[in-house]
């Protein structure tokens, strides 16, 4: 079935490059087409934002929607109450005394370790809006920095900028930016440094679900200095968020654990807005105990594969795209804000093929996969399909076979 879908899939995105021959894309369109949308996105968020009163937009929505979560922890903390960060009703009502607002639900609960506390602890210290744009601008500065360590040329750039995900991530207040630092950073010293890279992965633990696939990629790879740096920066995190804010968060973090599944596995935290193949089945109507295997197979299976190709060394390019394609699939609840991470491995992806020459539907894919952030969540509110996951498969689908063509080459040549 699985298989069908992609030969579809593969096959419609063919037709449709063989009919148009791609006249769209040329140079100049290429920097058109990322503008416009960024210059139409903002524009209507601003519109939105500016045309509601206090900390909420036109639509009735907190400005930085789960901005205010990390915000009110802070206050929380600033008051020396760090484990109540974990209680539901307490963490909500700080929300409504900060944003005068009563309607707030369990999205807004706090699911983080303890580790994340060390992060936003000093948040508070400023009003609430202040708050919300040092954030963005600290973690997108640092977001940018770190990709202008791989990225080429000034193109890049743009496309970088101008993702939709990145529109995702600041309009939703969240920590996107935060995430694909550490793992492009991590991608950075990699090769010549693992170590180095392994210490920089380990703060990942604020999000340990992000940081499941490359740990396991890391142990099919035996790259022991990697994993070594991964426990030992890790590790202490752990030990000073203990030291900072005592046990006890920490015994309120393990106990929330049952209820994030419990919220996620039945809905109540939108899977219209999520990436994974869990996600996309729970849409259908699949029932959660089949869409959890059917999610762990399919993790497994890019697991194994992005492991293959960084065990054959495979050029950077595509197993550093395979790895975060990977983090973000293999993920069962990551949602849209998430896929800042995704920019990077389009941009290496995309470079790769420019390089080489495209093969048969690869600037399909690019395009499709640049644009779901912001076509997604719309679809699958309208039609219960969940693009994302779909077109995460797809590019992993095209990676395999560019690997496998390169590895073809290479063999008529020796």
């Keep these: 079935m699985a298989a069908q879908l992609f030969d579809f899939l593969c096959n419609l995105l063919l037709s449709f490059e063989k009919g148009h021959h791609m006249k769209f ?50 206050s929380m903390l600033r008051d020396g109450a760090a484990a109540d960060v974990y209680d539901i ?9 900060i944003t005068k607002k009563e309607d707030y639900d369990f999205a807004s609960a706090w699911f983080y370790p303890p580790i994340y506390l060390l992060f936003i602890k000093k948040l508070a210290s400023v009003s609430y809006l202040h708050a919300l744009l040092l954030f963005t601008l600290v973690t997108f500065s640092m977001y940018f920095l770190s990709m202008a360590l791989l990225l080429p040329n000034r193109l890049s750039y743009l496309w ?41 992965l ?23 200095k990697a994993l070594s740096g991964c426990a030992l920066s890790s590790a202490t995190l752990v030990i000073v968020s203990i030291l900072s804010f005592g046990f006890a968060p920490w015994g309120s973090f393990l106990r929330t654990l049952p209820l994030a599944d419990t919220l996620a596995m039945s809905g109540f935290l939108p899977w219209y807005k999520m990436n994974s193949p869990q996600a996309g089945f729970l849409l259908l109507g699949i029932p959660p105990e089949l869409a959890r295997l059917l999610h762990i197979a399919i993790a497994l299976g890019a697991i194994a594969f992005t492991a293959m190709l960084w065990r054959q060394k495979a050029n950077f390019n595509l ?43 690869e600037k399909s894919i690019i395009i499709v996969a640049w644009i779901v952030p912001i076509v997604s969540p719309p679809i699958a509110l309208g039609t219960h399909i969940l693009l994302t996951p779909l077109v995460l498969i797809m590019l992993l689908v095209a990676i395999r076979n560019r690997y496998k063509s390169e590895q073809q080459e290479a063999s008529l040549v020796s």
Excluded at 202 to 223: E, R
Aim: hydrophobic share 50%; aromatic share 16%; proline share 4%.
């Design 25 to 74: 894309i040329n140079n100049e369109r290429l920097i058109a087409y990322p503008i416009i949308i960024f210059v139409i996105s903002w524009a209507t968020y601003f519109a939105v934002t500016f045309s509601g009163t206090g900390l909420t937009d036109g639509f009735g929505k907190t400005i930085g929607a789960d901005f205010i979560c990390f915000y009110s922890a802070s």
């Design 89 to 97: 009703e307490k963490l909500m009502t700080k929300e409504a005394s």
């Design 160 to 200: 970088l900028v101008t993702f939709p995900g990145v529109f995702q991530n600041i309009t939703n207040g969240q920590n996107g930016f935060l995430s694909a630092t550490i793992l492009t950073s991590s991608l950075y010293f990699i090769d010549k440094k693992p170590f180095i890279a392994g210490l920089i």
């Design 202 to 224: 380990g703060i990942m633990s604020y999000k340990p679900h992000l940081a499941f696939a490359p740990f396991l990629i890391l142990l099919a790879t035996k790259n022991y």
């Design 319 to 361: 197993r550093a795209s395979a790895l975060i394609i990977t983090t973000l699939l293999s993920v069962p609840f990551g949602y849209d804000y998430d896929l800042a991470m995704l920019a990077p491995a389009l941009i290496w992806f995309g470079l790769e093929a420019w390089k080489s020459g495209w093969s048969t539907y």
